[in-house]
T-cell receptor, first 109, second 114 residues
Framework: GQNIDQPTEMTATEGAIVQINCTYQTSGFNGLFWYQQHAGEAPTFLSYNVLDGLEEKGRFSSFLSRSKGYSYLLLKELQMKDSASYLCAVKEGYQKVTFGTGTKLQVIP | DAGVTQSPTHLIKTRGQQVTLRCSPKSGHDTVSWYQQALGQGPQFIFQYYEEEERQRGNFPDRFSGHQFPNYSSELNVNALLLGDSALYLC?????????????FGPGTRLTVL
């Protein structure tokens, strides 16, 4: 089975940097996703990590440590439109993806 | 290129009724996964279809069933609806030929059970 933990809520200031952490326990890790979900909308893909290390994509970066069961999503130069829920999801086995409950990020002026 | 589409957008049913939700995957995708998302929660995996067969299943009762058609579209059926089945139902498609399997989500169907 899977256990995925991430903070419920975070608040950060426009223009700042925020790090959203995710820890997981799984019997068959096969990759970790980060998704962004605005209220009332479907999740949209942000990143995928399967090997240890940092993946950078514009203002967003994602880090993975498989030995520690730990990942984080780093958002730089925060914008008001970044206010959303950020979902950590772990792929177990070939295709099953298990989501955490999400971190609701509020960006304030 | 159309993305993942779902129908209907919203649906209201009463307890005990049955419902069918539909999903068309993104062009070029052959795998469809269904998720249930309760308010304030992350999506919960229901099951996944590939080559018209249920390949994996989450922790959902047999009241939840599905089907995949030769054109890769899919249906989710829920029988004997309960109040607790009220949620956003998301369909996600992916390609089995892509090793890292990014899933593209549809806009969802909001089901309300009264």
């Amino acid at each position: 089975g899977q256990n995925i933990d991430q903070p419920t809520e975070m608040t950060a200031t426009e223009g700042a940097i925020v790090q959203i952490n995710c820890t997981y326990q799984t019997s068959g890790f096969n990759g970790l996703f980060w998704y962004q979900q605005h209220a009332g909308e479907a999740p949209t893909f942000l990143s995928y990590n399967v090997l240890d290390g940092l993946e950078e994509k514009g203002r967003f970066s994602s880090f993975l440590s498989r030995s520690k069961g730990y990942s984080y999503l780093l958002l730089k130069e925060l914008q008001m439109k970044d206010s959303a829920s950020y979902l950590c999801a772990v792929k177990e086995g070939y295709q099953k993806v298990t989501f955490g409950t999400g971190t609701k990020l509020q960006v304030i002026p | 290129d159309a993305g993942v589409t779902q129908s209907p957008t919203h649906l209201i049913k009463t307890r005990g009724q049955q419902v069918t939700l539909r999903c068309s995957p993104k062009s070029g995708h052959d795998t469809v996964s269904w998720y249930q998302q309760a308010l304030g929660q992350g999506p919960q995996f229901i099951f996944q279809y590939y080559e018209e067969e249920e390949r994996q299943r989450g922790n959902f009762p047999d009241r939840f069933s599905g089907h995949q058609f030769p054109n890769y579209s899919s249906e989710l059926n829920v029988n004997a609806l309960l109040l607790g089945d009220s949620a956003l139902y998301l369909c996600a498609s992916s390609s089995d030929r892509v090793s890292w399997n990014e899933q593209f989500f549809g806009p969802g169907t909001r089901l309300t059970v009264l």
